[in-house]
């Protein structure tokens, strides 16, 4: 009789081996109130990894962290009318503490921006203060009514960036960076994922923003994922909380602002992207654990092997763990560290001990030789650079060959039932969306011919990419 799959396979059911991989490789775990996740170490170390990357080029591109309150007066976003329709249905609000009820409502912050202006109308006063330019790491709750761990939660991790300019051109082109040189860059050379730059349709945009730049994903199912978004709020946010600087003379203007975030859905997207029937698959450059040198046997010499291993790899920039924790079986430890997707196992046993190698397994390319242990601190590095480069090639050629051109809404939703259809915006417009949307399938982002982001005014010659979506 043959032995039951760890795993649920993709072909067979995705949704359920996607959660099967969560429960397995130890990735998470529903919380205690329906839409809420616990993140397990393993996969909160990912988040790490990400947060890691993500902070360091946020700071290159100038802005600075900070952090506000969860609790949000409920008046603050009744003051954009157009945010607050936007997120009414997904709003928690705290209407009793200490015992009485409250004098104001509270809400537990959805996003950031009416805080955050309340604090940059104080903050402004003139051009010498721009632009401003914040971010913080926090937590965010929207009350979710089709959860899904990672993807959709009632309360997820993120960042969120806030800045204020003196101008339009200064605002558009920092959202616009932050878009290509910080989200783009990281999703690209770190994640391994070859997502697609746009904008956003008015429909699609952000609620409160004059444009919205995105990041879309083609997960190995076909259904597109949103990884992360950069807005262009104009002056609606600046007028409601009256933001503005004074100018050299008397006079005083509107700034003109930004918002754009990424969250735990990318760690979602790491799953769906890469992952395969055999567990995780991690990018090396992402990877808390790049290697991992397992002890086959808990003979002293076979331990003392690992180790001296794991130290010199760890001396080549590697980060490595050494698995010697011989008292639990080789082959349950080996299928672990599969599930979890680490890129490469170092197996020594006595007899690669007496011949002076260990079994080199790469997770990410498959196989397995024999390799002299004197030159695993050479390889190494190269190898989780192969394994990197890979994954980002199958990212693009999936979604290359799953994308097609297509004329009309009855073959948009045909291409959309196994990938992505790419139709002139001209042609569709908002009534073809509007019937899309009918049928389960949304226009992801609006590109230019070209492939390059078009500008929020710009409706010349453009393609819409549809797809059904998470």
């Known amino acids: 009789m043959a032995k039951a799959p760890v795993l649920t396979p993709q072909a067979e059911d995705f949704p359920r081996w996607y959660q099967d991989l969560i429960n397995k490789a130890e990735l998470a775990d529903n919380g205690p ?10 996969g909160y170390g990912l988040w790490e990894r990400m947060q890691q990357e993500m902070d360091a080029r946020i700071k290159q591109a100038g802005a600075q962290n900070a952090y506000f309150p969860m609790f949000i007066p409920q008046s603050y976003l009744t003051k954009e009318a157009e945010h607050v329709e936007g997120f009414a249905p997904e709003l928690a609000v705290v209407t009793h503490g200490g015992g009485k009820e409250l004098e104001e409502p509270v809400v537990v912050r959805p996003t950031s921006e009416t805080i955050i202006n309340e604090y940059f109308s104080k903050w402004v006063q003139s051009h010498r203060d721009l632009p401003l330019l914040i971010n913080q790491w926090a937590n965010v709750v929207r009350w979710e009514l089709r959860p899904r761990v990672f993807l959709r939660t009632t309360e997820f991790l993120w960042q969120e960036g806030h800045t204020a300019h003196a101008t339009y051109e200064d605002a558009r082109a920092y959202a616009s960076r932050i878009h290509t040189d910080v989200y783009g860059d990281f999703m690209t050379n770190v994640l391994g994922i070859d997502v697609v730059l746009g904008r956003k349709t008015a429909k699609e945009r952000f609620a409160g923003a004059i444009n919205t730049l995105t990041l879309e994903g083609m997960m190995r199912d076909g259904k597109a994922l949103q990884m992360g978004t950069s807005h262009e709020l104009g002056q609606n946010f600046a007028k409601a909380f009256n933001t503005t600087y004074q100018l050299q003379g008397a006079e005083r203007e509107y700034v003109w602002q930004t918002s754009w975030g990424v969250s735990t859905r990318m760690v979602g997207g790491l799953i769906m992207s890469h992952g395969d029937d055999n567990g995780l698959r991690v990018p090396p450059r992402l990877a808390a654990v790049q290697v991992v040198v397992l002890a ?84 190494v590095p190269g190898i989780l650079e192969e394994d990197q480069e890979q994954l980002l090639r199958e990212s693009r050629e999936r979604r290359e060959s799953r994308t097609v051109d297509v004329k009309t809404i009855d073959e948009a939703v045909e291409a959309a039932a196994t990938g992505w259809g790419r139709i002139s915006w001209a042609e569709l417009g908002p009534e073809g969306e509007a019937k899309l949307a009918e049928q389960g399938v949304s226009v992801r982002c609006i590109v230019a011919a070209d492939g390059s982001v078009p500008a929020a005014d710009d409706q010349e010659g453009n393609v819409a990419l549809v797809a059904r979506a998470y």
Request: no cysteine.
């Open 33 to 42: 109130v329906r839409g809420t996740m616990v993140i397990r170490p393993y």
């Open 296 to 379: 086959i046997k808990g003979e002293d010499a076979v331990l003392a092997k690992v180790r001296e291993i794991g130290a010199q790899l760890e001396a080549v920039g590697v980060r490595v763990v050494v698995d010697d924790r011989t008292d639990t079986p080789f082959g349950r430890r080996a299928v672990d560290w599969e599930l979890k997707g680490v890129p490469l196992r170092i197996e020594v046993g006595p007899r690669d001990l007496e011949a002076g190698t260990a079994m080199l397994v790469r997770r990410i390319a498959g196989g397995k030789a024999p390799v002299q242990v004197d030159s695993l601190a050479a390889i």
